[in-house]
């Protein structure tokens, strides 16, 4: 079965100190991965994806993102966080042989940032 | 933000009423979903359309209905509302593609007492 998880339902982070939420996922074939962030009272935005290519994706908000297909990971991550990070974040994954052309995701349950001043 | 409206954004009503929800885009994208999120679930997906009347059943579609007579609106229908139906409730769309991230609205918070 098609399935992502992540590891942490929080993460606590310094103002200024790198930042890694964690995602793993497991699908058959090449996989689509995607990460959004959600404020409170707000829909998920899109930060990035990796669909295919170098396995440093750079997105939205000084974010970037490592695939890793021997790990099957793709963790996000901010070389320094601010305290304006602080918010819900969600992996995504699409495979293949899961939704095809209708673009279904399937997601993570989700990692609580907090990022102390 | 993608032009994605969800109306109402809060509903409270009682057991065994219907309720409708409603999606609009302004973006004249092909594909539109619906999720409900859930602490601890993450976001779970319930229907899914794929053009104007064709939609397709989700993980978690058991006492939801929905409908897509125009591109642009989108309705999840709660045909006789149950408690466990309690949740915050997103739209979403994507452009076709299969590499198009989805966006999201902002979400129908719905109470059922």
């Known amino acids: ?117 | 933000d993608a032009g994605i409206t969800q109306s109402p954004r809060h509903k409270v009503t009682e057991t065994g009423t219907p309720v409708t929800l409603r999606c609009h885009q302004t973006e004249n994208h092909r594909y539109m979903y619906w999720y409900r999120q859930d602490p601890g679930h993450g976001l779970r997906l319930i229907h899914y359309s794929y053009g104007v009347k064709d939609t397709d059943k989700g993980e978690v579609s058991d006492g939801y209905s929905v409908s897509r007579s125009k591109t642009e609106d989108f309705l999840l229908t709660l045909e006789s509302a149950t408690s466990s139906q309690t949740s915050v409730y997103f739209c979403a769309i994507s452009p076709a593609g299969s590499n198009q991230p989805q966006h999201f609205g902002d979400g129908t918070r719905l109470s059922i007492l």
């Open chain 1, 1 to 117: 079965a098609q399935s992502v998880a992540q590891p942490e339902d929080q993460v606590n982070v310094a103002e200024g100190n790198p930042l890694t939420v964690k995602c793993t996922y497991s699908v058959s074939g090449n996989p689509y991965l995607f990460w959004y962030v959600q404020y409170p009272n707000r829909g998920l935005q899109f930060l990035l994806k990796y669909i295919t290519g170098d396995n440093l994706v750079k997105g939205s908000y000084g974010f970037e993102a490592e695939f890793n297909k021997s790990q099957t990971s793709f963790h996000l991550k901010k070389p320094s966080a601010l305290v304006s990070d602080s918010a819900l974040y969600f992996c995504a994954v699409r495979a293949p042989n899961y939704g095809g052309a209708t673009n279904k995701l399937i997601f993570g349950t989700g990692t609580l940032l907090a990022v102390q001043p």
